[in-house]
C-alpha cells in the first residue's frame, strides 16, 4: 500500500512516498479505500513541526473513500459504506487508512468523494465560525481575510446568505473578483502598503465591522483589531502567515471592549451527535446550491509535495485535494 510519511520535520521535500503493509482495524475502527484526501494548512504545521508528533507518520488527517474492513464493536458502519472524516491524524495520503468509526460521516449518495473530502474541515470551520463562535445575524457587516481561499469563499458565501455584508481581502484582483462572485459587497487587495483597516472603516461609515474572521494570522492581525467596531469580535481560527503577537487586555480595551476567541473545530465535534448535525446541515447546503464546493486542483499522492507548496503559496481559490488511486 502506497502513503505519503513525513520522516523527519520540515520543507515538503521531507514528505516521502513509502510501501507499507496494508492497515487493519482495531475494535471500534474501519479500513477505508481513500478515494479523495484534503490538504489542510494543519498538515503544513504538522510537517513544519510546529505541531509535533513522533516521526514516521503518516500526512493528513481529512478525506473519503468506502470502508472494505470494519473491526469488532462496530455497529454503524458497514463494509460497502461511502464515509468522510476530518482531524484524524494519519488518515489522509495513503491509499487505505483507519478512522475510528465514531468519526465517520455517511456520504449522500449524489454527491462526490472529492466534493465530501473538501468540504469537511472547511464546512464544518464555516458553520461553527457562523453559528457558535459569533452568530452572524441579517445586517451585520463581517470582514473576512483570504476570502478567495477554500474556506474564505465558503465563509463569505454563508454569512452573505445570513444576511450579512461582507468584506473581503484578498492577495490579486482575480481573487478579489472571486471573492465578489461568492458575495462579497467589496474587496480589499491587500499589500503595497495598502491601509486595509483604513479602507475597511471607510467602507462602513466609519463604523468598523461586527466581526472580523482571521485564518491569516500574523500579517493581519492588527488590520483585524482596528477593522472592528466597539463591542466587535475578533475570531482568529487559523495562521496561515504565521502565529500572531499575542492579544492582550489593553488591546482590546483600547479599541472599545473588543472580544477575542480562537476557535478550533475540535471544540466544535467533541461527540459523535455534534458532528453528524454540522456535517448533515454542510451537506444539505451542498446538496441545495447554497455552499459551492470549488476544488483548485487535485494531486496525484507522488506529488503531495506539490500539493502543500501550492497551499502554502497561497495562490490557489478553493480546496486542494490528493486522490491516492493515482
Same mark, same amino acid.
Given at each position: 500500500m502506497r502513503a505519503v510519511q513525513v520522516t523527519e520535520f520540515g520543507g515538503p521535500e521531507v514528505l516521502a512516498l513509502v510501501d507499507l503493509?496494508?492497515? +487493519?482495524?482495531?475494535?471500534?475502527?474501519?479500513?477505508?479505500?481513500?478515494?479523495?484526501?484534503?490538504?489542510?494548512?494543519i498538515d503544513l504545521y504538522q510537517r513544519e513541526g510546529v505541531y509535533q508528533a513522533p516521526t514516521p507518520f503518516t500526512a493528513g488527517s481529512e478525506g473519503a473513500g468506502r470502508v472494505v474492513e470494519v473491526g469488532d464493536e462496530v455497529r454503524d458502519v458497514a463494509v460497502g459504506d461511502r464515509v468522510a472524516w476530518l482531524m484524524v491524524p494519519g488518515a489522509g495520503y495513503a491509499e487505505r487508512v483507519v478512522v475510528p468509526a465514531e468519526r465517520c460521516v455517511p456520504v449522500p449518495d449524489e454527491m462526490t468523494d472529492a466534493d465530501a473530502a473538501a468540504v469537511m474541515l472547511q464546512g464544518? $470551520?464555516?458553520?461553527?465560525?457562523? +453559528?457558535s463562535t459569533y452568530v452572524v445575524s441579517p445586517g451585520d457587516d463581517v470582514l473576512v481575510h483570504a476570502a478567495a481561499g477554500g474556506t474564505g469563499l465558503l465563509l463569505t458565501r454563508a454569512c452573505t446568505q445570513l444576511g450579512a455584508r461582507v468584506i473581503g $481581502?484578498?492577495?490579486t484582483p482575480e481573487k478579489c473578483r472571486a471573492a465578489e462572485t461568492a458575495?462579497?459587497?467589496? $474587496?480589499?487587495?491587500y499589500g503595497d502598503g495598502v491601509d486595509v483597516a483604513a479602507?475597511? +472603516?471607510?467602507? $462602513?461609515?466609519?463604523r468598523g465591522v461586527h466581526v472580523a474572521?482571521?485564518?491569516v494570522g500574523a500579517s493581519t492581525r492588527t488590520a483585524s483589531l482596528d477593522s472592528l467596531r466597539r463591542r466587535g469580535t475578533y475570531v482568529l481560527f487559523g495562521q496561515a502567515s504565521g502565529a500572531p503577537d499575542p492579544v492582550s487586555g489593553p488591546d482590546l480595551n483600547k479599541r472599545g471592549s473588543l472580544y477575542f476567541t480562537r476557535p478550533t473545530v475540535v471544540d466544535h465535534v467533541v461527540d459523535r451527535a455534534e458532528l453528524l448535525e454540522r456535517c448533515e446541515r454542510v451537506f444539505a447546503a451542498v446538496r441545495?446550491?447554497?455552499m459551492v464546493v470549488t476544488v483548485a486542483a487535485t494531486f496525484p499522492l507522488a506529488e503531495a509535495a506539490e500539493a502543500q507548496?501550492?497551499?502554502?503559496s497561497r495562490r490557489s481559490s478553493g480546496k486542494i485535494l490528493v486522490d491516492p488511486r493515482h
Open positions: 503493509e496494508g492497515p +487493519r482495524p482495531g475494535p471500534g475502527e474501519v479500513v477505508v479505500e481513500v478515494a479523495a484526501a484534503g490538504v489542510n494548512y464544518v $470551520t464555516v458553520d461553527y465560525l457562523t +453559528r $481581502t484578498a492577495s458575495g462579497a459587497v467589496a $474587496t480589499v487587495q479602507e475597511v +472603516r471607510r467602507l $462602513t461609515d466609519g474572521y482571521d485564518g441545495d446550491g447554497s507548496r501550492l497551499l502554502a
